[in-house]
T-cell receptor, first 112, second 117 residues
Framework: LAKTTQPISMDSYEGQEVNITCSHN???????ITWYQQFPSQGPRFIIQ???TKVTNEVASLFIPADRKSSTLSLPRVSLSDTAVYYC?????????????FGTGTRLLVSP | ETGVTQTPRHLVMGMTNKKSLKCEQH?????MYWYKQSAKKPLELMFV???????ENNSVPSRFSPECPNSSHLFLHLHTLQPEDSALYLC????????????????FGPGTRLTVL
């Protein structure tokens, strides 16, 4: 599975847009990029997934450049409740169960 | 609320104790997972059950014994643990689809915070 690199931590203020970038230089042709969010004392939660260009849902946007060697999770107008650890995962779709490989993630702290 | 519940939420045990962690999913999924999350370390996959059959065991010590009696329930039996086994144990489930590659989003429970004295 492709190795990912993310900033260890980021700070932001309420109402700001937050962009978290993930590097995955060795991404394979059949790999997808998935982001999970984890609040303290809870399990991770799926946020968004994409293969190329841009994906948007009600929570976030995911930008993937043409070379796919990096991706950026964008959180619009963050609130205090967005304080969490964000994980970038890269791997192929499978015919069976999904083997998720989590890195250390990015700890986002949103302040008033 | 993710549809995956875990009990107990907190557990303190001695090294000679035997205890069990329970996970139940209310999502109708057919795959269930145990993960371990230690302080300052990434989540580690421990076991996978696919249609009640164990399909993955990531070199987990035998003092951890999983059990999956049906597709909705998953247990992790613990015995003679070590202090370094103290961690957050997370259960997850997903719906494995047949007929071609697909992404099977995993739904995690809140975890059991285990402390081994």
């Amino acid at each position: 599975l492709a190795k990912t690199t993310q900033p260890i931590s980021m700070d932001s203020y309420e109402g700001q847009e937050v962009n978290i970038t993930c590097s995955h230089n060795n991404i394979a042709t059949n790999d997808y990029i998935t982001w999970y969010q984890q609040f303290p004392s809870q399990g991770p939660r799926f946020i968004i997934q994409g293969y190329k260009t841009k994906v948007t849902n009600e929570v976030a946007s995911l930008f993937i450049p043409a070379d796919r060697k990096s991706s950026t999770l964008s959180l619009p107008r963050v609130s205090l409740s967005d304080t969490a650890v964000y994980y970038c995962l890269v791997g192929p779709l499978n015919t069976g169960f999904q083997k998720l490989v989590f890195g250390t993630g990015t700890r986002l702290l949103v302040s008033p | 609320e993710t549809g995956v519940t875990q009990t107990p939420r907190h557990l303190v045990m001695g090294m000679t104790n035997k205890k069990s962690l329970k996970c139940e999913q209310h999502l109708g999924h057919n795959a269930m997972y145990w993960y371990k999350q230690s302080a300052k370390k990434p989540l580690e996959l421990m076991f996978v059950y696919n249609f009640k059959e164990q399909t993955e065991n990531n070199s987990v010590p035998s003092r951890f014994s999983p059990e999956c009696p049906n597709s909705s329930h998953l247990f992790l039996h613990l015995h003679t643990l070590q202090p370094e086994d103290s961690a957050l144990y997370l259960c997850a489930s997903s719906q494995v689809r047949t007929g071609g590659p697909s992404y099977n989003e995993q739904f995690f429970g809140p975890g059991t915070r285990l402390t081994v004295l």
